[in-house]
């Protein structure tokens, strides 16, 4: 297994939309080992989500979930792969987080999102599944896809003053890795 390099904002490649990963490609020995390599960068980086573009892969393959040690652990969060998901919201609730983003090192800022989304997805397997989720776990599948599409929560600022550096913003402890 290895520790990939995190694409920071500003690299073009977190610009760029990604692909549909297919059945043949997801069955495959080096599919697998960038799963592992994904989940041990996002555990390494003390993150809660990584996307595929953050290590330069344009696929649309996500992981979350982190260890039960980690700060920010949230049992809502269980450890999963999402390939092709296809989000769509189920209301027009927004509720509002500080998210921070591996690939915005340092940095926090304040974005609001549908509360409720309908989300299909591949598993692992490839495996068809379609879900309502709900809370933190939707706002986690709305952030992390968003990087499947070239979009990072800069775009979405509630407003450019609630956005800066972690320790000197006051997240009023709603945050979110
Ligand atoms: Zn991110």
Redesign the pocket.
């Known amino acids: 297994m290895a520790v990939r390099k995190i694409l920071k904002l500003g690299n073009p490649v977190l610009r760029l939309a990604s692909e549909d990963v297919s059945e043949d490609e997801i069955l495959t020995r080096d599919f697998k080992k960038l799963l592992r390599d994904m989940f041990e960068t996002m555990e390494h980086a003390e ?1 809660v ?3 595929a573009p ?1 290590i330069g892969i344009l696929k649309k393959l996500v992981v979350v979930g982190n260890d039960p040690k980690h700060p920010d652990h949230s049992p809502e969060v269980p450890k999963q792969v999402i390939v092709n998901p296809k989000i769509t919201p189920l209301t027009s609730d927004l509720e509002g987080h500080w ?6 090192p340092g940095m926090k800022g304040y974005v609001e999102r549908p509360v409720k989304i309908r989300m299909e997805y591949r598993d692992e397997s490839f495996k068809l599944h379609d879900e309502v989720i709900e809370g933190y776990r939707a706002i986690v599948m709305q ?2 896809c ?2 499947l599409f070239g979009v ?2 800069v775009d979405r600022l509630k407003s450019t003053q609630l956005f800066g550096f972690t320790e000197d913003v006051n997240t009023g402890g709603k945050e979110l890795d």
Request: hydrophobic residues 30%; charged residues 20%; negative net charge.
């Open positions: 993150g989500g990584l996307a953050q998210e921070g983003c591996l690939s915005v952030h992390e968003d990087h990072l929560y």
